[in-house]
């Protein structure tokens, strides 16, 4: 009675919830998985921290201590003789080779590996045997992880054992080489921002008026906007790009890579965009343009008043979609040449590959990239959950 | 200025055709001020087609359509124009989801009548008052059941102060017990004197409201009269045997 009475309380208090109805769990199922986190950890997280470890702490980087390592030199004939010569850059990679040679790196691969492996072998043989649905979930994931962790070990045990690992950091990670260009990365990620921005803009403008052109029930009216959308669909970004940077420049009218890269951007997400507002429009039910019309409105007061406002909203994510390609296409531009100050990440990244042949200036920039574009991506798959949920299309935005 | 005997709508020969199909086959009628018309008959009929060529949304093939003295089918009439005296409900309401109730009604009064902010809202609220909606004036349509949206509806099709009323079968998506608080509020109007133009399935509304009533089947109006006198003693066959089906 009394706890029928607190039940009810608990139930006014906060919403109704279902039932969970995976059942209890057990300790054997419960040390499988914290054996797979286990895993997967040691591989991972340790190898991160020793080599946080040895950035900050590992030996004072010198020629000498990297001869040591093997890799770390290459053999050199001059003359009758063979020399050891240290590759170049390989002091700046000299303590992620040291860290992942040491004592500590080696007994950890080798544990995380045999945990890894036992718990693959227990969760076999467990999981059918589980009672539970949430036992057997949890025997699984960690035999996953476990499986996850054991591989992982392997292949760094074999990446380290030979030559591979040095040249392999040597030419993607020897982030010494950016030493001087930190400065240029920033610039260079605001300029592939400006770039994608003033382009998507421009595009928005562009597109919206040829998809209304586009959706005209008159074939003049739709035909140029539909030739002028086939073109910039049809023709590469990159042959755009040249044709109008070289070719305008031999009609007398200069204008730079980056003004280049602005205008071509802007035409053609305007081509892209317009088949994206006219799937947007056309997705409208077409008894809002009845209702519109019935009060009296013209076709572009209906248009303007009644469908676009709603289209608009449903065309967000895939116009975002879009400017995520386009912050990616904007190091096309690196055709152009661009000038120094003007220079988006990628041109960055090429000129300092093309003065030190290191490979880590496109790691860099890959890491530019993935810092604007991922935050990107996240609010896309936010928004279109929005929408899907109704909240968006109701009220506001 | 009217040459049509005192009718306000008079519909002269009207065909319709979408592709091949002959949807409408001929229709002559003439409506007059203060009737309230009903139309059944069985689906693809025509009914919502007739309807719709009233206020010209679909433009008939061939026939005239002559509003208030005027042919609105004549490619030189202002069509916009014509609309703003004719109200048109829809089954599915068509309310703009992306606007309040308020906003859903004063948007056609400021940019096609020209009304301006206050007055708009003014007569936006005595439309609302009418259908009992006033305090979901500032409601978005996805927030009010499918009965309140379809009185929004109607409210914003009578703040444009039209001359004439359609109903495009408006109760038809409603869940039954929503239907009454609609079909309360069209008999209001009907009692007010609104000339009204009803396409419907609810045979008893039909009976009670309506002035007159016409049965469609196959693009033709095969009955024409007093709803009571037809509910009761049917003269065509197959007006005999839908009504036999839907009674």
């Not at chain 1, 992620?96 to 043989?125: D, H, K, P």
């Not at chain 2, 059941?145 to 102060?161: C, D, E, F, K, T």
């Amino acid at each position: 009675m009394i706890q029928g009475a607190v039940d009810q309380e608990q139930r006014t208090e906060e919403q109704e919830r279902a039932p969970d109805v995976r059942g209890g769990t057990a300790p054997l199922p419960v040390s499988i998985l914290a054996a797979g986190w286990g895993a997967i950890g040691l591989v991972i997280i340790g190898t991160v921290l020793l080599q946080v470890w040895y950035t900050f702490n590992g030996p004072a980087l010198s020629s000498s201590i990297c001869r040591t390592n093997p890799g770390l030199f290459r053999q050199v004939p001059q003359g009758t003789k063979i020399i050891l010569k240290p590759i170049g850059g390989a002091l700046g990679t000299c303590h992620i080779i040291s860290a992942l040679n040491s004592t500590a790196e080696t007994v950890l691969l080798w544990l995380a590996a045999i945990v890894g492996i036992a718990t693959v072998v227990a969760a076999f043989y467990f999981f059918r045997r589980m009672p539970t649905k949430r036992m057997r979930e949890q025997v699984i994931a960690g035999g996953v992880l476990g499986s996850q962790a054991f591989l992982i070990a392997l292949f760094v045990l074999w990446f380290r054992s030979g030559e591979g690992a040095t040249r392999f950091a040597n030419q993607f990670l020897n982030f010494d080489v950016l030493s001087g260009s930190v400065g240029s990365f920033v610039n260079g990620a605001k300029f592939t921002v400006m770039l994608a921005a003033g382009g998507e803009l421009g595009g928005i403008i562009l597109g919206l008026t040829l998809s209304l052109l586009a959706l005209s029930g008159r074939k003049s009216v739709r035909a140029p906007a539909r030739v002028y959308i086939n073109f910039f669909r049809g023709t590469p970004l990159i042959w755009q790009l040249t044709v109008f940077y070289f070719g305008l420049a031999g009609l007398g009218l200069n204008l730079s890579a980056f003004q280049t890269g602005l205008l071509v951007f802007s035409l053609n997400t305007g081509a892209y965009s317009a088949e994206v507002f006219r799937a947007g429009i056309q997705s409208i039910e077409r008894g809002q343009m009845e209702a519109a019309r019935s009060l009296g409105m013209t076709y572009l007061q209906a248009m303007r008043y009644a469908i676009v406002p709603q289209a608009v909203r449903r065309v967000i994510p895939p116009l975002m979609n879009e400017f995520v390609i386009l912050i990616k296409d904007t190091a096309l531009v690196v055709v152009l040449g661009v000038v120094l100050s003007e220079r988006e990440m990628f041109s960055v990244a090429q000129d300092g590959y093309a003065s030190s042949a290191n490979s880590t200036f496109y790691v860099a920039a890959a890491i530019g990239y993935l810092i604007i574009t991922l935050p990107l991506i996240r609010l896309v798959t936010f928004v279109e959950s929005r929408l899907r949920t109704g909240l968006t299309g109701i009220v506001g935005l | 200025m009217s040459d049509t005997g005192g009718s306000l709508v008079e519909l002269q020969n009207i065909h319709k055709w979408f592709g091949d199909l002959h949807v409408l086959k001929g229709i002559d009628v003439s409506i007059d001020p203060k009737q309230v018309v009903v139309v059944i008959g069985p689906s693809g009929s025509g009914k919502s087609t007739l309807l719709r060529c009233i206020n010209v949304l679909e433009m008939p093939t061939q026939g005239k359509v002559i509003f208030d003295g005027e042919d609105i089918t004549d490619i030189r009439t202002n069509v916009n124009k014509v609309r703003t005296h004719i109200g048109i409900v829809f089954q599915a309401y068509n309310l703009f989801p992306h606007k309040t109730v308020m906003q859903n009604i004063t948007i056609a009064l400021e940019k096609v009548l020209g009304v301006n902010g206050s007055e708009a809202n003014d007569r936006a609220m005595e439309q609302l008052k009418r259908v009992g909606l006033e305090h979901k004036a500032q409601a978005h349509p996805g927030q009010l059941s499918g009965g309140q949206q379809q009185r929004v509806a109607i409210a914003r099709a009578l703040a444009m102060r039209p001359k004439l009323m359609l109903f495009d079968e408006v109760t038809s998506a409603l869940d039954p017990e929503l239907v009454k608080e609609v079909l309360d509020t069209m008999k209001q109007l009907a009692e007010e004197g609104m000339t009204m133009v009803i396409v419907t399935h609810e045979m008893g509304f039909a009976r009670e409201v309506g002035t007159r009533l016409l049965f469609m089947d196959d693009g033709k109006i095969l009955e024409d009269g007093e709803p009571r006198a037809i509910f009761e003693n049917p003269g065509d066959d197959r007006c005999r045997d839908f009504l036999s089906h839907v009674l």
